[in-house]
């Protein structure tokens, strides 16, 4: 019997995190040298992209893109877990851009979490309402300059 706790276990703890992506950070971002770096040397550097794109006008963009989830412990604990479990949620991407000699010229990038929180405590219960004559009448709403935000169509 323990052996088949140990692995059950064992098993939702694989099953509690995934990524997919190549993972770039600003350190790597910031040996690359704009006006100088190749677009051979920026791959060497931070691996193959996500997705590589040839412009029409000859220009090169290297997408890298990195998304991590992990389960929180507590979404493993019977009875507990439906109601106060959730997820972490890590992104990060850069766009690198080639003139057409294939020599950077700049690039973007960004990185940020959110937790994500899935469970029967996260959210309100109420009844739905099935005749949309039953919903409060809303107040127009007006622009700053006091106008409506639309212009009503005439008949």
């Known amino acids: 019997?323990?052996?088949?706790?140990?692995l059950f276990?064992?098993?939702?703890?694989?099953?509690g995190c995934m990524a997919h992506g190549r993972e770039i950070h600003y350190e790597q971002?910031?040996?690359?040298?704009?006006?100088?770096?190749?677009?051979?040397?920026?791959?060497?550097?931070?691996g193959q992209p996500y997705q590589r794109m040839r412009l029409s006008t000859g220009q090169e963009r290297l997408m890298y893109y990195y998304m991590s989830v992990q389960s929180r412990p507590e979404n493993f604990i019977p009875i507990v877990g439906p109601l106060t479990g959730g997820h972490d949620v890590y992104r990060s991407s850069a766009i690198l851009y080639f003139d057409r000699n294939g020599v950077l010229q700049r690039y973007i990038s960004s990185e940020g979490g959110s937790a994500i929180t899935v469970n029967a405590a996260s959210g309100s219960i109420r009844k739905r309402?099935?005749?949309?004559?039953?919903?409060?009448?809303?107040?127009?709403?007006?622009?700053?300059d006091g106008l409506p935000m639309a212009i009503p169509k005439s008949d």
Do not use: F, N, S
């Open 129 to 144: 309402q099935e005749d949309p004559a039953e919903a409060p009448p809303r107040e127009e709403e007006k622009k700053p």
């Open 9 to 15: 276990m064992l098993a939702g703890v694989l099953c």
């Open 1 to 6: 019997m323990p052996k088949r706790l140990a």
């Open 29 to 46: 971002l910031a040996q690359l040298k704009q006006g100088e770096t190749t677009v051979d040397q920026a791959i060497y550097l931070l």
